[in-house]
């Protein structure tokens, strides 16, 4: 953790009052933790294995004229919170085919899955609820926790054995057991079965965040609680992203009917936020629909996966398992894992990089996304281009 600098805080030039943020830039500079944006052209020569556009649908036909159609329909913008004017037609429609698709009773849309998660965690929770929450969960769901104002205790990363022991010692008559479904670094699932019989068997919730399961995992991509046979459970609630899977933009939390009610009158992430943009709700539902009809889309991105992962492996490189459609290779260290990714881009291949305290275990790595669209072709580039930009060690 990097402590913000402590000089300038007493300074009366108005000119100086920042000069605090210079200093905290350069101590990250230090800490090799600096970030910065790159503008991506439109058509970018490198092959993506970066984006989380996990059935290649965000430049597809039918989507982007969806979205296009929905813009010149209903206007380039929602006008207002859902509960004022920000409610379309065509929101109501994705809503219903959403809850649909995934089997659930209810399902409501947010400006994202960030909002979304933030929602959920906020409004099914309060002051005499445990959060039981897994130590490697997303951001969106740590940041939810702490904004609610519940006990919070941060539980052993897949473990449902522990998740039990601290929901049995707990004093508040509420609890909600929290985690992803796939974790989004190293795409491994969640032990879903066991959770929801740990959450069952002590009268807690279970609330899930299947950001990187809808459209990949489960029949034909409806997400990680169909492939637990979960879907529809009347104490379950999943939240997800239409960002990744469904190529647009946007959050939904999917559940039941009641759970659904009490986020449009009391979620704030709901009530006080922009509904969502007409266009990106033209291009899930447009990618919802192609989802439906084309099936194998989902499989396709699992043994992309599987077959990307292998291969790595067969090359000497350390690569996970992948339970979903990420794979994660190990680098040395963090710096190397740095100049890895940077010898790749330099190559001509996209590839996320993760190392502390981004990951929480001390390992750093590259991270992969196995898209449904990748060719066989391209996976060949992909495994050449990792193996002889490799750092030894
Ligand atoms: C697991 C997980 N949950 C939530 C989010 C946030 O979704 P959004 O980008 O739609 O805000 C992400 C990533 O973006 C994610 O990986």
Request: aromatic share 4%.
């Amino acid at each position: 953790m990097i402590q913000h600098p402590a000089t300038a805080r007493r300074t009366s030039a108005p000119a100086a009052v920042f000069d605090w943020l210079d200093e905290a830039a350069e101590l990250r500079a230090r800490a090799g933790l600096t970030r910065t944006l790159r503008a991506r052209p439109a058509q970018d020569p490198v092959l993506d294995l970066a984006s989380n556009d996990y059935l290649g649908l965000t430049h597809h036909p039918e989507v982007t004229r969806a979205a296009a159609e929905a813009a010149l329909r209903w206007g380039a913008g929602a006008t207002g919170s859902r509960l004022v004017t920000g409610t379309t037609e065509l929101h109501a429609e994705l809503e219903v085919e959403l809850a649909d698709f995934y089997g659930v009773e209810a399902a409501l849309v947010f400006s994202s899955g960030y909002a979304a998660n933030l929602a959920a965690l906020t409004a099914l929770t309060d002051p005499d609820t445990l959060i039981v929450s897994d130590a490697y969960n997303h951001a969106s769901l740590i940041d939810g926790c702490r904004l609610s104002r519940a006990d919070v205790h941060r539980a052993p990363h897949a473990d449902p054995d522990a998740a039990a022991a601290v929901l049995a010692e707990r004093h508040q008559p509420r609890a909600l057991l929290v985690s992803d479904t796939v974790f989004s670094v190293d795409g491994n699932a969640a032990p879903l079965t066991g959770l929801a019989a740990a959450a069952r068997a002590h009268g807690a919730a279970l609330l899930v965040d299947d950001a990187h399961g809808l459209g990949v995992l489960g029949a034909g991509g409806r997400g990680a609680l169909t492939a637990a046979g979960l879907a529809g459970e009347p104490d379950v609630v999943a939240t997800a992203t239409l960002s990744k899977s469904l190529g647009s933009q946007g959050g939904v939390v999917l559940g039941p009917r009641r759970v659904i009610r009490h986020l449009v009158e009391t979620a704030r992430t709901f009530i006080f936020d922009t509904g969502l943009a007409p266009a990106a709700v033209g291009a899930a539902l447009a990618a919802l629909r192609l989802l439906r009809a084309e099936p194998a889309r989902a499989e396709r991105a699992r043994e992309v996966a599987l077959t990307l992962a292998a291969r790595l492996t067969d090359a000497g490189l350390r690569a996970s398992e992948p339970d979903a459609a990420v794979v994660s290779v190990r680098a040395p260290g963090p710096e190397q894992a740095v100049a890895w990714a940077a010898a790749c881009r330099a190559a001509g291949l996209a590839v996320g990089c993760f190392r502390p305290p981004s990951v929480p275990d001390g390992y750093s790595r590259l991270r992969l996304t196995a898209r449904a669209d990748l060719t066989d072709d391209q996976i060949d580039l992909a495994v050449r281009t990792l193996s002889v930009t490799a750092p030894l060690g």
